[in-house]
């Protein structure tokens, strides 16, 4: 089992699952952050911590948005591990808010 970060996080990056993520196990694209799901241990701490609700454990998600587990350990692959006390991107509070931004995705 591993937590999975979904779309409310595209365009945001808020950070705080990287400060409370014992594992280390986010890594860090252009607009969006996965976890890696061989390195997470479901602790679910960014669970608690997204201001966002993006995160969630793999065993949650429903059925439309279970095609993240696959795209979090895509990316995960090739993306660098995140580093703990980036700023979140510039438009961060604008987009919070907005659901179904799988389609803004830049990989």
């Given at each position: 089992?591993?937590?999975?970060?979904?779309?409310?996080?595209?365009?945001?990056?808020?950070?705080?699952?990287?400060?409370?993520?014992?594992?280390?196990?986010?890594?860090?694209?252009p607009n969006f952050m996965v976890?890696?799901?061989?390195?997470?241990?479901?602790?679910?701490?960014?669970?608690?911590?997204c201001p966002v609700q993006?995160?969630?454990?793999d065993y949650e998600l429903s059925p439309d948005?279970?095609?993240y587990i696959a795209l979090?350990?895509?990316?995960?692959?090739i993306w660098p591990v995140a580093a703990s006390g980036a700023?979140?991107?510039p438009d961060a509070d604008h987009w919070a808010q907005r659901r179904d931004k799988h389609a803004l995705l830049v990989r």
């Open positions: 089992m591993t937590c999975v970060v979904t779309d409310p996080c595209i365009n945001c990056q808020y950070g705080e699952c990287l400060d409370v993520c014992p594992a280390d196990a986010f890594h860090r694209g976890i890696n799901p061989h390195v997470c241990i479901n602790c679910t701490l960014c669970v608690l911590a993006a995160i969630a454990s948005r279970r095609h979090n350990d895509e990316l995960s692959q700023p979140a991107l």
